[in-house]
């Protein structure tokens, strides 16, 4: 009998190495705040990135709640993609912002240009934008850049997906006034817990620096901060795992390319893919909800496990005010409708064929047309 596959399994690196590093660690005792270790990583993602201005800190979220607050966007209204994980609308709320979502487009599932328009017309006070470059995608970057200029507002890309995705010709963590990155286990690179910040500007860093570790240097009390430090255990891991990242993204990508072959013929779609793609996730869009709930059953039949990224559309959470739920169709359409199918680079090949035999004889036993 097959083991389970999950949608992810963590990339691990040597132990050896990992407990050679942890063996510094303790000897030096420098535990957490700015020690070598970070120092190193950060340096690394820098010249890995090419970004200049990157600052390591404990997660995604806190990355994108410093960027929120480091643009004067707490308590402000900000539009966001109703199409994402959860934590890109937590940081908002959790920042006193006032959210205002506007809907996707439906060939790349990204905020859409037009609609921002639209919500910037009937909203002029919206002073801050974060789209989310979902799955590694770019959105209509060039577009969005545009409206948010026009209208005066701060663009913050939540790029917690993006972390090795290219797109003219340089990462999608360099676009925007801020963009965020997440290093949660789960991700392509990954510092089992982690994320960052990325801004344009030495004066803007060293102002989320202070940020991120509680807004005083010394005794001296400069600003607001909160903790978003990155622990040096965190960051040895990344060290090691950094190195591996072109690999894990060519191995996605053959896979990628064998569930195309096998799922060729069948009434499934997906998001419009770019040169430069990280290969994050492999999410398909089912003919109809009740097809999702058919094709889980299936595949949990053969240990198969798949997620429904991104469900529910966030515009329709219960614990939203009434006043903030706008109504946004084709996020709505595209929650119900999607499936991501296991992707990470060292599943085994034949999961792909197993899932693809899978659904086709669910689409065959249920006579599923092509919506
Ligand atoms: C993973 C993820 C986050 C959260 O990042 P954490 O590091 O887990 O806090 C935020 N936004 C998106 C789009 C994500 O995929």
Redesign the pocket.
């Known amino acids: 009998m097959n083991d389970p596959v999950y949608v992810t399994c963590t990339r691990t690196p040597l132990l050896e190495d990992y407990s050679s590093r942890l063996i510094s660690i303790f000897n030096s005792a420098w535990f957490t705040n700015g020690g070598p270790c970070v120092q190193k990583l950060e340096i690394e993602l820098r010249e890995y990135l090419d970004i200049p201005f990157l600052l390591l800190c404990n ?6 709640m410093l960027a929120l607050q480091s643009a004067g966007l707490a308590g402000k209204k900000v539009a966001l993609t109703p199409y ?2 959860v ?2 609308l937590s ?1 908002l709320l959790w920042m006193g912002c006032t959210p205002v979502f506007v809907d996707v487009d439906s060939h790349n599932l990204c905020l859409s240009p037009e609609l921002l328009r639209q919500a910037f017309l009937r909203e002029p006070d919206i002073a801050g934008v974060v789209p ?1 470059q ?1 799955y590694g995608l770019p959105c209509d970057m060039e577009r969005l850049a545009a409206e948010c200029q026009e209208f005066g507002a701060t663009l913050i890309y ?1 790029a ?2 993006s972390f090795g995705s290219r797109y003219g010709g340089k990462s999608l963590l360099a676009y925007g006034d801020y963009s965020i990155c ?3 286990a ?2 392509v690179f990954h510092t089992a ?3 960052c910040i990325v801004c344009h500007s030495e004066e803007e860093l060293s102002k989320l620096e202070l940020a991120r570790s509680f807004g005083h240097r010394d005794d001296t009390h400069i600003a607001l901060g909160i903790n978003a430090k990155l622990s040096e255990l965190h960051a040895a891991l990344g060290s090691l795992l950094l190195p591996g990242t072109e690999e894990e993204i060519e191995k996605r990508r053959n896979l990628v390319n064998a569930y195309d072959t096998s799922l060729s013929g069948l009434p499934l779609t997906h998001p419009v893919r770019t040169d430069g793609w990280n290969y994050a996730y492999y999410p398909v869009l089912l003919p109809d909800e009740s097809f999702v709930a058919l094709a889980i059953e299936a595949l949990g039949n053969a240990k198969i496990y798949p997620r429904r990224y991104f469900y529910p559309s966030l515009n329709i959470l219960n614990y939203l005010r009434p006043e903030w739920r706008a109504p946004c169709p084709v996020s709505e359409d595209a929650a119900t409708r999607v499936l991501c199918l296991p992707l990470y680079g060292n599943m085994p090949l034949d999961v792909v064929e197993r899932t693809a035999i899978t659904l086709r004889a669910v689409i065959a036993q249920n006579d599923v047309t092509c919506a």
Request: charged share 10%.
């Open positions: 997660n995604g979220t806190t990355a994108l994402t994980y934590a890109t940081a989310v979902v939540d917690a997906q997440s290093f949660h789960t991700k817990e982690g994320g």
